[in-house]
């Protein structure tokens, strides 16, 4: 077997020419050594063999490469002389060419596993394979990237199904776990156009204060910094504002209602502090981005430890806090839903866990308002009671629907779980009417997002019958006013208190914690063209 560093002289090149070309260049498998043909052309690495060349020529599965070995390690135009002139993934020199290559025989290559040394690269024995390393997903293998499911078109991308043409086949597909921030629950999540936030939540740990951006187009997870973070905090609120995810509020370590936040800008990875004297100290709080150039967020509603709250704020433009009217605003409240109306320019509250003035206790409620925040016109208006309005419920979800509200699911303190809802239409005099069509099965703490291009709710996980963790979920037609026969296909694994975003025409779930009480690093991105 040819050395690796040692020097080759006039000696070695005749043993080396000597030698029975036919057994030189049997099978690709053959450990003897192996040399490139003197016509050959130059060696570099094969694309199959998977390692990065410092040439610049990386060849397609199976093909040769043209690399000069000009750019190779101490080489010059004149070639290399000895392995010292190489360097990696190309450190080898093979005298006969002169020129810097990957392997000179099979044994060169158990860096690489499965691999054969064939054309001086370390390739896969079938032409259609390509080499992946060692990752996430498994030991260092050969794979065909067109049907592997889990190396579906780049290594590491997952299928929870098969993969054809190197796309998965099914409608879900799991994001990636290299690089993804620690498993968590009740965290925060905001889509910024291109890229998914996460930050803070909680797991067995206690409270954190880290996260991580996600590109569903890469599958590349980037750590967000830490420097002038939020301290560790869980069920806060964040919204994205264009720029910058605002995250207020919070749970923090001990259970302590925390007041305070940050802005968080991606581009730059830095946080930049939130203004005090914003509104007091709450968690499982309300908030939303009111896309008004004054008034941009507002949060209202929440627990500070000891009480519901019916106070709130919004932060202006210019980094300064405003309090919210409280003049007829609703009953003091937590755990309700809160959207806004892009249309009419009002924030909607709904439900929720609070104080009932009719029976004087604390119990699931159907009441809610619609605040105007325009300067000049700030009000509250109770939400009408009129049409077919839902049963009193918290933690459920809503989302603003183009020209309505849509509320689903929860749980009612006298009825349990709840799998039904009612869409609020500002148009038809504020009516309340019924969600027709098979919905999922009843569900709280789950989530649900709306495509606007698609006009469908979709609602997936949160725990059901018995507090057993759900994976499923269903799609609403708000055009149509009808549940989708088809649903939302299974994909994750169940989970619960974790968050959802819209990303285009796909929605992205990630973290919470799974049917066996794990706090969950896992996620997956649901594409919607693919559902019925």
């Known amino acids: 077997m040819l050395g690796r560093t040692m020097k080759h002289n006039a000696a070695d090149i005749r043993w080396i020419l000597g030698a029975t070309l036919a057994g030189l260049f049997a099978a690709a498998c053959n450990p003897s ?18 390692g990065t060349t410092s040439t610049g020529a990386s060849g397609g599965s199976g093909g040769d490469t043209t690399s000069s070995s000009s750019s190779t390690g101490g080489s010059t135009g004149s070639g290399c002389k000895s392995n010292a002139d190489c360097a990696y993934p190309q450190n080898l020199c093979d005298v006969a060419s002169g020129t810097c290559v990957e392997c000179l025989t099979t044994s060169d290559c158990d860096a ?49 199904g098969a993969c054809a043409a190197g796309a998965c086949s099914d409608a879900w597909e799991p994001t990636a776990t290299a690089g993804a921030p620690s498993g968590r629950s009740r965290h925060v999540a905001v889509w910024t156009g291109s890229l998914m936030i996460v930050w ?58 925390l007041g305070d936040g940050a802005k968080y800008n991606p581009a730059t990875n830095t946080w930049s ?66 959207v806004w109306d892009d249309v009419n320019k009002r924030m909607i509250v ?75 239409d500002f148009a038809g005099n504020n009516e309340w009417s019924a969600m027709n069509g098979v919905a999922p099965a009843p569900r709280r703490r789950h989530t649900c997002v709306f495509f606007k291009a698609l006009n469908r709710m979709v609602v997936w996980g949160g725990y ?13 037609d708000s055009a149509g006013g009808m549940w989708t026969d088809a649903g939302v296909p299974k994909g994750p694994a169940p989970s619960v208190d974790h968050t959802a975003v819209v990303a285009g025409g796909r929605m992205i779930v990630w973290g919470g914690i799974t049917s066996g009480g794990a706090y969950t690093e896992a996620g997956a991105v649901l594409d919607m063209a693919k559902v019925p």
Not at 464 to 476: C, H, K, P, S, V
Request: with cysteine; aromatic share 8%; charged share 15%.
């Open 33 to 50: 050594p192996h040399l490139d043909p003197p016509t050959a052309p130059a060696g570099g690495s094969g694309g199959s063999g998977g």
């Open 350 to 424: 709904f439900g929720g866990l609070g104080f009932d003035p009719s029976s004087g206790t604390t119990t699931s409620l159907a009441t809610g308002g619609i605040y105007g925040p325009l300067p000049g016109n700030e009000a509250w208006v109770d939400i009408a009671q009129i049409g077919s309005p839902p049963a009193p419920r918290y933690e459920h979800c809503a989302v603003w629907a183009s020209t309505h509200m849509l509320v689903w699911g929860g749980n009612n303190n006298s009825l349990g779980l709840l799998g039904d809802g009612a869409r609020f």
């Open 112 to 160: 690489k596993p499965g691999t054969v040394c064939s054309e001086a690269s370390c390739k896969c024995p079938q032409t259609t394979d390509t080499f992946c390393p060692a990752d996430g997903t498994g030991a260092a293998r050969c794979v065909d990237l067109d049907t592997a499911g889990n190396d579906c078109g780049e290594c590491g991308h997952k299928c929870f």
């Open 273 to 338: 502090n939130v203004a005090s004297g914003g509104p007091s100290a709450r968690y499982q709080h309300g908030a939303i981005w009111t896309d008004n150039q004054v008034l941009r967020m507002m949060t209202w509603g929440g627990y500070d430890g000891a009480d519901e709250l019916a106070t709130g704020g919004y932060l202006t433009s210019g980094n300064t806090w405003l309090e919210v009217n409280p003049l007829s605003a609703p009953t003091k409240r937590r755990l309700h839903s809160t």
């Open 200 to 257: 803070g939540g909680e797991n067995n740990s206690g409270q954190l204060s880290d996260g991580a951006t996600y590109n569903p187009d890469t599958g590349v997870w980037t750590p967000v910094s830490n420097a002038n973070a939020p301290s560790a905090r869980a069920d806060a609120t964040a919204v994205w504002n264009g720029t910058e995810m605002i995250v207020w509020g919070g749970r923090g370590p001990g259970g302590t209602a």
């Open 464 to 476: 059901g019958a018995g507090n057993a963790i759900l994976g499923d979920g269903g799609a609403f």
